[in-house]
């Protein structure tokens, strides 16, 4: 199994910005390079089922976005780099989750029920 980890969580006043950053290993467990794998971000509040966020293709020429987050959130990638991010700007109290990177091998896979998890990191946002 492919280990993702993110960072860049913390705590932010409504309308302030966060960066999330998930580190992945360069190959998977088949030798396939983690750079050909589409990735995306999912969240999960207290007493919530978890929900898409953002996806991203394995070249990062197609991406995909909540409704929720549609203009305030980014997702790229640095594929030399082996890193997928996620610029979150104008934050609302209800963007509070823990956020998980995800990765599969097919685009439409990441966005449904991808194959691979992080541990997730918290963001959280003030009124």
């Known amino acids: 199994q492919a280990p993702l980890v993110e960072s860049g969580g913390g705590l932010v006043q409504a309308g302030g910005s966060l960066s999330l950053s998930c580190a992945a290993s360069?190959?998977?467990?088949?030798?396939?390079?983690?750079?050909?794998?589409?990735m995306g971000w999912f969240r999960q509040a207290p007493g919530k089922v978890r929900e898409f966020v953002a996806a991203?293709?394995?070249?990062?020429?197609?991406?995909d976005y909540a409704d929720s987050v549609k203009g305030r959130f980014t997702i790229s990638r640095d594929n030399p780099k082996n890193t997928v991010y996620m610029q979150m700007n104008s934050l609302k109290p209800e963007d509070t989750a823990v956020y998980y990177c995800a990765a599969d091998l097919t685009y439409v896979g990441v966005k449904t029920r991808p194959d691979y998890w992080g541990q997730g990191t918290q963001v959280t946002v003030s009124s």
């Open positions: 360069g190959r998977a467990a088949s030798g396939r390079s983690l750079r050909t794998y589409a």
């Open positions: 991203i293709n394995w070249s990062g020429g197609s991406t």
